[in-house]
């Protein structure tokens, strides 16, 4: 990637082939033959999209001064929610094993959590919290550092419907103030936000409750020079991967003690760090209690100016209310987080097999904020007459599509010699690159025009079609990216499949590593370490396994084999009966000494 000089915010991206540039007008257009050019519509309309918008808090173990039994999600709530929301806040109140380990039915119940919020087609923000209230007791370090440990199978093996966690563990409301057990020095954060960010795979965030906290962890000035730096952005490094939540949110001018830092309030040298760092980062929480601040004007204001993605409306209730009867709670549905809408597209309208297809469009984000997870972005062709579709997934990362930016993509594709004669139909997806969810429309992100969503595949009409006619006069295509026949183990609309195999942590690593696998139906199962030769190294799993609502692990033992790339296999076949093939699954794994 290559930052261009004018604006860190601005990027170019290329490749031999592709471009997709951030820079308008354009400072290097396509010259188009036999092409046609499409403009949209952007629409109002209010619609859910994925880890955005407003959430729907769920609680369990919350109640102030009492110990009560562990409530599961209804997986019916859910779905009923999922009608008027993407994200669902759970609280997981742990105050019942503040001395103790986590039992294994809790451990067992968490796991059911995920997968009802799966089933429902939402995301997840989590958070762990031991007191419900100040002056309510905390764990002591050593116990929050061990309940993480036990808690990160179950973190790992749902990551695809976190969309952020919230660091939680210490204090009231797991907010990280008032700490019983000193968890909420300089130090004891220090150690707890480490051990989360451990404990969740890369690819995901964590907040944290105000902008000093993650100031002070990684020694950073108070002031925007703070922020991450766009070369920073979405590496996998600890400084990128903390967002913030403000739970507080327009109370008062300094939004209850939010900005205090040294014993002293700086709210606009705050502010100023967190608009730059909420560029890459996910901003979100609830307001506490009316205020003049929290009039429809400011609170608007204040929400695109700081990047909020996502807010509690169900609390507080009296604020959420002033939203509705100011007017302004039609614009925060449209404007919380990213809203992508297609200005207008151009393409070649014929082409014969191995010949080029150049694609160019325009897109604007008049949301408030940007994706922070990671999002393909295919070019797909679909055949008028019997429905094939074909796939290029585009060298594309919408996360630094930002806020007000006009963004072109640009991109030239080959048609495969195998790709039949015909009319096609021009469509656009953006899918959640996690296996589980790549072909579930509800986790792909639809685009604000007219006439553009088809509900039923997730996918995104660009309204024209393109012709493969082997008559038609077309460069050959030279490059590395061509359209691909769409094919997965799981096509759109069907059920998950029974076993998963995840992703060994750490990885890469050096000695033995964990390796999670699922299943939801009794099975006989193999898991197998091959080399990159095809030679079987070890068996660590042979037998007749339960179903579980909790994910297996096994561990494998590196010792005694040599460095290098080495493959994890799953094979299960089901035993009760029915007539599912056998399961196949591979991970690569690297092993370092």
């Known amino acids: 990637m290559l930052t261009n000089g004018r604006s860190p915010l601005k990027r170019t991206f290329f490749s031999s082939r592709i471009c997709c540039c951030f820079l308008f007008p354009v400072l290097f257009p396509f010259a188009f033959t036999q092409t046609k050019t499409v403009v949209y519509t952007p629409t109002g309309e209010i619609f859910q999209n994925p880890e955005r918008g407003f959430y729907q808090a769920e609680e369990t173990g919350m109640v102030r001064g009492q110990i009560t039994p562990y409530q599961k999600l209804d997986l019916e709530r859910l779905r009923t929610i999922r009608q008027s929301h993407a994200l669902v806040f759970r609280y997981f109140g742990l105050k019942q094993w503040r001395t103790a380990d986590l039992p294994d039915s809790i451990l067992r119940n968490i796991h059911s959590d995920f997968t009802a919020i799966r089933n429902a087609g939402l995301k997840c923000i989590p958070r762990f919290t031991y007191s419900a209230n100040i002056g309510e007791p905390d764990a002591l370090l050593s116990i929050i550092l061990r309940h993480i440990d036990q808690l990160k199978p179950i973190l ?16 009231a409301w797991g907010e990280w103030h008032s700490s ?4 909420d020095s300089p130090q004891n954060m220090r ?47 600890p400084i990128a991967r903390v967002g913030h939540h403000n739970d507080c949110f327009l109370a008062d001018a300094n939004d209850m003690g939010t900005y205090w830092r040294d014993n002293r309030i700086d709210t606009a040298l705050a502010k100023a760090y967190l608009r730059l760092d ?51 709670m039609d614009e925060m549905k449209r404007k919380l987080g990213y809203r992508f809408a297609l200005l207008n597209s151009e393409f070649t309208i014929a082409v014969k097999r191995s010949g080029k297809f150049n694609f160019r469009m325009r897109l604007t ?81 639809r685009f604000a025009n007219q006439n553009t969503w088809e509900q ?15 008559t038609t ?23 998950p499949t029974h076993f998963a195999l995840a992703q060994n942590y750490p990885n890469p690593f050096n000695g033995s590593t964990t390796i999670p696998f699922s299943i939801s139906l009794p099975g006989q199962i193999e898991l197998s370490i091959f080399d990159l030769l095809g030679k079987k190294v070890s068996t660590l799993v042979s037998g007749v396994m339960l179903e579980s609502a909790f994910p297996y692990s096994a561990q494998f033992d590196g010792s005694q084999v040599a460095s290098g790339v080495y493959i994890s296999r799953l094979r299960a076949r089901p035993v009760n009966g029915s007539s599912i093939d056998d399961f196949f699954a591979f991970r690569k794994m690297i092993l370092l000494k």
Request: with cysteine.
């Open 191 to 237: 150690t707890i936000l480490n051990k989360v960010l451990e404990a969740l795979p890369s690819e995901r965030m964590v907040q944290v409750r105000a902008p000093r906290y993650k100031q002070q962890i990684f020694s950073l000035p108070f002031d925007s020079t703070a922020a991450i730096a766009p070369a920073q952005a979405f590496t996998g490094i």
């Open 456 to 470: 039923n595949t997730g996918y995104n009409s660009l309204l024209d079609s393109i012709a493969i006619d082997a």
């Open 278 to 328: 909420n560029r890459f980062v996910p901003m979100g929480g609830e307001t506490c209690q009316a205020s003049v601040f929290a009039l429809c004007p400011n609170a608007v204001r204040e929400m695109g100016r700081l990047r909020w993605s996502f807010l509690n409306d169900g609390y507080d209730e009296e604020v959420i209310s002033g939203f509705i009867t100011g007017g302004c």
């Open 473 to 495: 006069s077309s460069d050959p295509y030279n490059g590395t990216l061509w359209f691909q026949p769409l094919s997965s183990n799981q096509p759109p609309n069907e059920q």
């Open 365 to 445: 984000n008049s949301g408030w904020a940007s994706p922070f997870n990671p999002r393909d972005v295919e070019l797909m062709v679909r055949n008028n007459r019997d429905g094939k579709v074909y796939v290029a997934r585009l060298p594309v990362d919408p996360r630094f599509w930002q806020a007000g930016d006009t963004v072109e993509v640009n991109a030239t594709v080959g048609i495969p010699v195998a790709m039949p004669a015909g009319a096609y139909s021009v469509l656009l997806n953006l899918p959640d690159p996690e296996p589980s969810l790549h072909f579930r429309p509800a986790y792909s992100i």
């Open 180 to 183: 019983t057990n000193g968890n």
């Open 156 to 171: 790992r093996a749902n990551k695809d419907v976190i969309a952020v966690m919230q660091a939680g563990f210490i204090g």
